[in-house]
């Protein structure tokens, strides 16, 4: 006999264990399927063990440069396997953190894969069999996986995905990471951080390509600096696997050339996981392997949404989460406002970080806005030089008619902490007045998103 609620969830990770446990508290009955680890991708294999291997790499950075700050340090070091260890034992206690929140709200877990059989009823496969769950609203949260490209597939020895890279079978000595968006550019620097000499292939004609492309600029800048090869406008062929190494035929300005590295990680994007769930026998269309919704996350199949990754850009944990918290409520009868997508915040957890939101500088420009422009460099402020983090930029890009900010870029230490004042900037629909009318706390390195702001108005102080 099918166990009935009021809500499904298809898939645990940011978006589904959040739309449950909002669902939950606003009085629903509510049930979450997994296939494989409470917490989803970012949880187990993406946000957060990755953000723990980077911290690593962070301190064994600082490490070297303890003579600048008077203190030393003999012969730094560091234990792979012991890096990878407490990445993974961060991952698992916050998985057992959601397990324990979903149990608290009372919410069903039910391990195994399910598929919509038709609107408002699923089959489940588990370890001891089948079940069948029915419900009034399914909440589709399935999110996605790294997308592979024909001749560059992972094969977890020479060539690895994501989840190889965060539990590498071996140190890469010479590497090549093949895409420069979040997740290529973030193992290419923990790698590069620990001595692997790196390159990183860009098919784009600037490594970051979502980002400003002055900050984009300014990033790569560093990259370089620390060792890096960057190569832009480039894309890799072919690779030729052999038993200790990788022949790859990279093409860049017109020519072709083979490189030789130890070691390749596949950074090409993802595709949504819409397969196998009965989405089709549906009508639920979709679009590149994400599912097509409206603002609401409406799939057009009634009582059915789709949340998250799976639901399309930008690929954010923080998007799926709010998306979730939207969803529950919208199906709890409350009258939730749609996500904005121009204020959703996209932060890369590289040395330098670098984080944004709005329109960049080109995009604002190309939507006819009359612009005023902001910039305040880190080394104009007190708190980056004490740190010894002088460099980095803060923009700001203002409507000069109205003085709405349309977009904040930022390059350099901890700024994907920073970001968050612009965003309630902009959810406020704060103009420039607003801000320089802020008391920043000095010294602070959000001093200098004060400035930035001074500066698209010709009255920055300190630069």
């Known amino acids: 006999m099918a166990q009935n609620f ?77 890096v990878v260890d407490r990445s993974r034992g961060v991952a698992k206690q916050l998985s ?10 009372k919410v069903t877990v039910v391990m195994g894969e399910a598929a919509i059989t038709a609107p408002g009823k699923i ?10 769950m029915t419900a009034k609203s399914i909440i589709l949260a399935t999110g996605a996986r790294a997308r592979e490209l024909p001749g560059l597939e992972a094969d977890g020895k020479r060539v690895w995905s994501y989840r190889h890279a965060l539990k590498p079978p071996h140190m890469p000595q010479k590497l090549l990471v093949i895409g420069s968006g979040a997740i290529g550019i973030e193992f290419a620097s923990f790698f590069n951080t620990l001595g692997a000499k790196t390159t990183v292939v860009e098919v784009m004609d600037r490594v970051l390509p979502v980002e400003d492309a002055e900050i984009s600029a300014l990033a790569k800048k560093q990259f370089v600096k620390q060792g890096m090869t960057i190569m832009e406008k480039a894309s890799v062929k072919s690779l030729d696997r052999k038993s200790d190494k990788v022949i790859a035929t ?23 996981n819409v397969e196998g769930i009965g989405l089709e026998k549906l009508g639920v269309k979709i679009d590149r392997t994400h599912v097509v919704t409206d603002e609401y996350c409406r799939t057009g199949v009634e009582g059915l949404y789709a949340i998250g990754d799976v639901a399309g850009a930008p690929w954010l944990a923080h998007k799926a989460s709010h998306e979730g918290v939207m969803v529950a409520e919208l199906i709890a009868g409350q009258k939730p406002h749609p996500i904005k997508p121009n204020s ?120």
């Open 250 to 272: 990279i093409e860049t300005g017109g020519k072709t050339e083979s490189h030789e590295f130890d070691t390749v990680i596949s950074a090409v994007g993802i595709v949504g």
């Open 123 to 132: 089959t489940v496969k588990t370890d001891k069999g089948s079940e069948e």
């Open 96 to 105: 057992g953190g959601i397990g324990h929140l979903l149990k608290k709200n």
């Open 344 to 463: 959703i915040p996209g932060c890369t957890y590289c040395n330098p970080q670098v984080a944004s939101v709005g329109l960049t500088e080109e995009k604002a420009k190309a939507a006819g806005y009359e612009i005023k422009v902001g910039r305040f460099p880190f080394i104009g402020n007190g708190k980056a030089i004490a740190l010894g983090e002088p460099e980095g930029l803060v923009k700001t890009v203002f409507d000069a008619k109205t003085g709405e900010l349309l977009g904040a870029h930022m390059v350099g230490a901890e700024v994907t902490e920073l970001i968050q004042g612009y965003v309630v900037g902009r959810t406020l629909e704060t103009t420039e007045a607003e801000l320089m009318e802020t008391v920043f706390p000095h010294p602070t390195l959000s001093e200098m998103m004060h400035e930035s702001v001074l500066s698209a108005y010709g009255r920055a102080i300190h630069f």
């Open 6 to 82: 009021d809500v499904i969830v298809i898939g645990t990770g940011p978006g589904g264990y959040v739309a449950a446990i909002r669902a939950a508290q606003l009085g629903l009955k509510v049930a979450c399927v997994e296939r494989e680890n409470l917490g989803g991708i970012c949880l187990n294999w993406g946000c957060i063990p990755t953000k723990a291997l980077l911290r690593s790499a962070e301190v064994f950075h600082l490490m070297h440069r303890a003579k600048e700050f008077g203190l030393s340090v003999e012969k730094p070091g560091y234990d792979l396997d012991k």
